[in-house]
């Protein structure tokens, strides 16, 4: 069964960085592209960086510039690290594949919390 577990998270000041990681079993991780959504408050779950099984990436406009994605295949983890962060950043991170949609399985997700 697949499960995926979320850490990192943690309140923060604007400007400020985090590093978050998740780690993924119950799937072959390396065959997957994966990406980081966020959930702010009010609002949809949204996609907001992608890494494919070869490390080739792509970001939302909101983090382009200021967040990094990466994997390390042999540890079937996710990374994404953030930095030059705003308060706009708040919310819950969930790591999930690059498809993924409200019937697939879903971590508890990490909060992030952004002071100004």
């Known amino acids: 069964q697949v499960q995926l577990v979320e850490s990192g998270g943690g309140l923060v000041q604007a400007g400020g960085s985090l590093r978050l990681s998740c780690v993924a079993s119950?799937?072959?991780?390396?065959?997957?592209?994966m990406s980081w959504y966020r959930q702010a408050p009010g609002k949809e779950r949204e996609s907001i960086a992608t890494i494919s099984p070869g490390s080739n990436t792509n970001y939302a406009d909101s983090v382009k510039g200021r967040f990094t994605i990466s994997r390390d295949n042999t540890k079937d983890t996710v990374f994404l690290q953030m930095s030059s962060l705003k308060s706009e950043d708040t919310g819950v991170y969930y790591c999930?594949?690059?498809?993924?949609?409200?019937?697939?399985?879903w971590g508890q997700g990490t909060q992030v919390t952004v002071s100004s």
């Open positions: 119950g799937m072959r991780f390396n065959m997957y592209a």
């Open positions: 999930n594949h690059i498809s993924a949609n409200h019937d697939d399985v």
